[in-house]
T-cell receptor, first 112, second 113 residues
Framework: QKEVEQNSGPLSVPEGAIASLNCTYSDRGSQSFFWYRQYSGKSPELIMF????GDKEDGRFTAQLNKASQYVSLLIRDSQPSDSATYLCAVTPPGANSKLTFGKGITLSVRP | DVKVTQSSRYLVKRTGEKVFLECVQD?????MFWYRQDPGLGLRLIYFSYDVKMKEKGDIPEGYSVSREKKERFSLILESASTNQTSMYLC????????????FGDGTRLSIL
């Protein structure tokens, strides 16, 4: 059973802090990794993707991938109340081509 | 930007009705997907299609069918709606090349009474 785990929620941080969201996956050969943001009542919106080990930065967001340890994380710097949402981690398992396996999400609350 | 359009934002139907949910994408994507999302259960794949007239079952296909007669349109059909099919339904599309992200429509919140 291919699994994507997001266990450390809900998460609450003060405005301006760094929010760290973690995700682990079970299938070692997974190829690509995505972070989606979902506001309450809305659909998921792609915010980051990463394919190679290391860090990838985009504005206040940094995705980190460690394939040896099978985890991917999302750091949000200078967190804003508008970042309050559920963040979904998604993984492409080997051989799945276009299908994604989603975690159940972590809810982030940024306190003003 | 990718645009995935779902025909209804909110829909209320009665048990036993045949329900059609429509999804259209404008980016010439080969792959299209139907999910349902329920609190505590996350996103669950119902069906997906990787080409016109092609379909594959996802994790929870029971009680649903799909149709893809044109590349841009993917329809989800509830053959005989039941109350346990009350949910948020999300359509997504992605290019045919491997390891691409999926792009979601706004979702249809379906209530079966």
């Amino acid at each position: 059973q291919k699994e994507v785990e997001q266990n450390s929620g809900p998460l609450s941080v003060p405005e301006g802090a760094i929010a760290s969201l973690n995700c682990t996956y079970s299938d070692r050969g997974s190829q690509s990794f995505f972070w989606y943001r979902q506001y309450s009542g809305k659909s998921p919106e792609l915010i980051m993707f990463i394919y190679s080990n290391g860090d990838k930065e985009d504005g206040r967001f940094t995705a980190q991938l460690n394939k040896a340890s099978q985890y991917v994380s999302l750091l949000i710097r200078d967190s804003q109340p508008s970042d309050s949402a559920t963040y979904l981690c998604a993984v492409t398992p080997p051989g799945a081509n276009s299908k994604l396996t989603f975690g159940k999400g972590i809810t982030l609350s940024v306190r003003p | 930007d990718v645009k995935v359009t779902q025909s209804s934002r909110y829909l209320v139907k009665r048990t036993g009705e045949k329900v059609f949910l429509e999804c259209v994408q404008d980016m010439d994507h080969e792959n299209m997907f139907w999910y349902r999302q329920d609190p505590g259960l996350g996103l669950r794949l119902i069906y997906f299609s990787y080409d016109v007239k092609m379909k594959e079952k996802g994790d929870i296909p029971e009680g649903y069918s799909v149709s893809r007669e044109k590349k841009e349109r993917f329809s989800l059909i509830l053959e005989s709606a039941s109350t346990n099919q009350t949910s948020m339904y999300l359509c997504a599309s992605s290019p045919g090349t491997a390891n691409q992200p999926q792009h979601f429509g706004d979702g249809t919140r379906l209530s079966i009474l």
